[in-house]
């Protein structure tokens, strides 16, 4: 089973220890992914299935979710990373792979796919890879967070 948006959304936010008002741009993001409150027509409510929640537009919305919240860009939301006791906050291509681990084991208590890993890398390499050619800083370790809350072993119930 596939979480649905809300709790996809709920526990994204219980397992950063992010803080929210649960405001309009909250909800904005839930009903963006398919499951606005209170919007269901069947008495029943939104359906419990997969086939429901999995398509490339829904998938895409919950990794834009995922970046969002990890780097503190939905108004009413707020999240310190330091707080889940990780010290790297600027990550390099030294310490990304061990950054990758300690919040790939803190998130997702180490179950994570061969694929899933390579994908999370190969973005981490590449995001360093532009940031040195143009002489920027280090990318921030956010948006690996961002990354393994939107991979499909997060998605699942």
Not at 95 to 118: E, F, H, M, P
Request: aromatic share 6%.
């Amino acid at each position: 089973k596939i979480k649905t948006p809300l709790e996809m959304t709920v526990s994204a936010v219980r397992a950063i220890g992010a803080e929210t008002n649960g405001g309009p741009a909250f909800h904005r993001w839930i009903a963006q992914m398919g499951e606005g409150l209170f919007m269901a027509q069947p008495p029943t409510g939104y359906p419990d299935t997969a086939d429901h929640w999995v398509n490339t537009g829904a998938l895409l919305e919950r990794m834009n979710f995922a970046l969002a919240l990890s780097g503190n860009r939905i108004p009413g939301a707020r999240v310190d990373l330091s707080r889940l006791g990780i010290e790297e906050r600027a990550v390099n291509s030294a310490n990304a792979s061990q950054v990758v681990d300690k919040y790939v084991t803190l998130l997702l208590r180490g179950q994570i796919s061969a694929q899933t890993r390579a994908t999370i890398d190969k973005s981490i390499n590449d995001q360093l890879l532009a940031k040195t050619d143009t002489g920027a800083p280090a990318i921030d370790s956010a948006r690996i967070v961002g990354l393994i809350l939107g991979s499909p072993e997060f998605q699942r119930q």
